[in-house]
């Protein structure tokens, strides 16, 4: 090939590269129709491990095609230009666990059949121990299927399983309804708040003039819905997540109340600590 054969192939793949990146980025950034990254994770975890689902019996599937994007791009190593890791390797884990976790939920509710890895993903435990609750020295093993190398689950038997577990939420109606289980294992309080709030088709100036927010009331919220709390995330009370709970419907707003101001005392904590002691390098 001569150079400038050479060359212009050089130029084309740098192209295709370029382009291919920018692809993913509008996919991860929710500029291409798609959801973005932080709201598809945040939909996956609360249908994961909260069993909340949505009125359109197509979402999840939806999602999960959108989270093939994070986790194909995953199965790369993303280093700069030094060869640094640009991502923990226990981000990477959780993500993947996130979306196995989803799919083996979706394969349950279907009563289809799930892997090891994806059951394990929903329970929140090792692969190792789905392999000692097969084991068939165990009296109440659960039933396997062999289909070439993969071993496989049938529905009703992972979740007769996973109902034994204390930590297990059955996957809800979808009435979107303030539930403080789902506070306890969303990724940001924020998240959940969001999706109850737009379930009911309401937006952020409904609630102002139907709680009697300030503006102050009312911009706090949205950051808090937004994932950016910051230092004065405190400022909202406990009463005025009840109020809300209570206007959204809720069956507990006082737990979910406590839930949600614990979990931002918490994030708050963690705010203040990564501010105040950075990590040294």
């Keep these: 090939m001569k150079k400038l054969e050479i060359a212009q192939v050089a130029s084309r793949a740098a192209e295709d590269l370029i382009g291919a990146v920018q692809t993913v980025l509008a996919d991860l950034k929710g500029e291409s129709g798609a959801s973005d990254v932080k709201a598809l994770f945040g939909d996956l975890a609360l249908y994961a491990w909260s069993g909340v689902t949505q009125d359109d019996p197509n979402w999840i599937e939806e999602r999960l095609h959108e989270a093939a994007v994070p ?154 819905e937004a994932g950016n709390p910051g230092d004065d995330s405190l400022t909202l009370s406990p009463r005025f997540w009840r109020e809300l709970a209570a206007h959204l419907g809720s069956e507990e707003p006082d737990d979910v109340a406590a839930t949600t101001y614990r979990s931002l005392a918490a994030a708050y904590a963690n705010w203040r600590l990564k501010n105040e002691l950075p990590p040294h390098h």
């Design 71 to 224: 986790v194909e791009l995953l199965r790369g190593n993303l280093v700069d230009s030094t060869g640094g890791d640009l991502m923990t390797k226990d981000a990477v884990g959780f993500i993947n666990r996130l979306v196995n976790a989803a799919h083996a939920r979706k394969a349950i509710d279907e009563g289809g059949q799930v892997t090891i890895e994806w059951l394990a993903a929903l329970a929140n435990v090792s692969e190792r121990t789905i392999r000692s609750a097969t084991n068939t020295n165990n009296p109440n093993a659960m039933p396997i299927i062999k289909d070439g190398h993969w071993t496989l689950i049938d529905a009703a038997h992972a979740l007769q399983w996973l109902s034994r577990r204390n930590d297990f939420a059955p996957t809800q109606a979808a009435d979107n309804r303030p539930r403080s289980v789902v506070l306890q294992r969303a990724l940001q309080p924020g998240d959940a708040w969001q999706k109850w709030r737009q379930s009911l088709n309401l937006t952020i100036e409904d609630l102002a003039t139907a709680l009697d927010w300030s503006a102050e009331q009312a911009a706090l919220y949205t950051r808090i």
